[in-house]
């Protein structure tokens, strides 16, 4: 009684019917089984507490591999039928003695159990893993997402900051002005191309500075072939100061021009994408003495 007991608590029947004992461990357990009512009955409970929870937790298997199954089933029915047949033949020829054959060998059902038990428990560890992959899976997806939307307003957030900075100091830059008398304000009034053309012109006299107000230009927008080009008048003869374009949506109010010592006017007129040598004086847009 006290060695079955002893049996019972070495963990070893737990083994067992997961199947994971040698040949010959298999056999001392049937042989303690066989002697000790005890042992046979703890086998029988631990495999009907695995098999509840197996079948508890136990995934409907899809009618696709109940098709395969029966299929593999009726292709080995004609070596099953002949196997048969060749056994009743050799019973019906050869009389012998009358002898009781179990069914299955010893230890065949609870081996199917176990393996059953297994297969389930597989199947529920696999649902279990899948479900937590694809959780994770659609977490990853969302904080990627959330990822990128941070990054893009970074960038927005970086852009509108720039562009702050650099409006603050043009405009910094445009209200010291007044206190600096070499810088000079020269306004361009529109001519028979556009009456209504205007824009502003601050040169530095000394420094030799000279920039465009876009804030206060109206000038009509220039296409993709054609650009404004600044002149400045000096002794009479035309120089080039650069060429600008038009936009409603420029991001400087200061537009950066060509340096020069000395001018007596400043002039715009449209020529081709680029500039040109010399102005063409039809084209004429606007003009403005200092």
Same mark, same amino acid.
């Given at each position: 009684?006290?060695?079955?007991?002893?049996?019972?608590?070495?963990?070893?029947?737990?083994?067992?019917?997961?199947?994971?004992?040698?040949?010959?461990?298999?056999?001392?357990?049937?042989?303690?089984?066989?002697?000790?009512?005890?042992?046979?009955?703890?086998?029988?409970?631990?495999?009907?507490?695995?098999?509840?929870?197996?079948?508890?937790?136990?995934?409907?298997? /899809?009618?696709? *591999?109940?098709?395969?199954?029966?299929?593999?089933?009726?292709?080995?029915?004609?070596?099953?039928?002949?196997?048969?047949?060749?056994?009743?033949?050799?019973?019906?020829?050869?009389?012998?003695?009358?002898?009781?054959?179990?069914?299955?060998?010893?230890?065949?059902? /609870?081996?199917?159990?176990?393996?059953?038990?297994?297969?389930?428990?597989?199947?529920?560890?696999?649902?279990?893993?899948?479900?937590?992959?694809?959780?994770?899976?659609?977490?990853?997806?969302?904080?990627?997402?959330?990822?990128?939307?941070?990054?893009?307003?970074?960038?927005?957030?970086?852009?509108?900051?720039?562009?702050?900075?650099?409006?603050?100091?043009?405009?910094?830059?445009?209200?010291?002005?007044?206190?600096?008398?070499?810088?000079?304000?020269?306004?361009?009034?529109?001519?028979? =191309?556009?009456?209504?053309?205007?824009?502003?012109?601050?040169?530095?006299?000394?420094?030799?500075?000279?920039?465009?107000?876009?804030?206060? =230009?109206?000038?009509?927008?220039? %296409?993709?072939?054609?650009?404004?080009?600044?002149?400045?008048?000096?002794?009479?003869?035309?120089? %080039?100061?650069?060429?600008? %374009?038009?936009?409603? %949506?420029? /991001?400087?109010?200061? *537009?950066?021009?060509?340096?020069?010592?000395?001018?007596?006017?400043?002039?715009?007129?449209?020529?081709?994408?680029?500039? /040109?040598?010399?102005?063409?004086?039809?084209? =004429?847009?606007? =003009?403005?003495?200092?």
């Amino acid at each position: 009684m006290e060695e079955g007991k002893a049996y019972i608590e070495s963990g070893i029947l737990e083994l067992y019917v997961l199947g994971e004992l040698s040949t010959q461990e298999q056999h001392e357990v049937e042989a303690m089984a066989a002697k000790y009512p005890e042992v046979k009955a703890e086998i029988t409970a631990i495999e009907l507490a695995m098999e509840k929870y197996a079948m508890h937790n136990a995934i409907e298997p /899809s009618p696709e *591999l109940e098709t395969i199954i029966l299929g593999k089933i009726v292709a080995t029915a004609p070596v099953v039928q002949e196997k048969i047949a060749v056994n009743v033949i050799s019973a019906v020829a050869e009389p012998q003695q009358a002898t009781t054959v179990p069914l299955y060998p010893a230890g065949y059902e /609870s081996k199917i159990r176990t393996l059953r038990i297994a297969l389930a428990a597989c199947a529920a560890l696999l649902l279990v893993a899948g479900v937590a992959l694809y959780s994770a899976h659609t977490e990853l997806g969302t904080a990627k997402n959330q990822i990128i939307a941070l990054n893009q307003e970074k960038q927005r957030f970086a852009t509108t900051v720039n562009y702050m900075t650099e409006t603050n100091k043009e405009l910094q830059t445009i209200a010291d002005m007044p206190a600096d008398p070499d810088w000079k304000t020269v306004r361009l009034a529109g001519t028979k =191309m556009d009456p209504e053309a205007k824009m502003t012109v601050y040169w530095h006299t000394s420094g030799r500075h000279v920039m465009l107000d876009n804030s206060k =230009m109206s000038l009509p927008k220039n %296409d993709e072939a054609h650009q404004y080009q600044l002149w400045a008048l000096v002794k009479g003869k035309p120089v %080039d100061l650069g060429v600008f %374009d038009v936009k409603a %949506d420029s /991001s400087h109010i200061l *537009l950066k021009m060509k340096e020069i010592a000395g001018a007596e006017a400043f002039a715009v007129t449209l020529e081709k994408r680029g500039g /040109s040598p010399g102005p063409t004086m039809d084209q =004429m847009i606007a =003009m403005g003495g200092v």
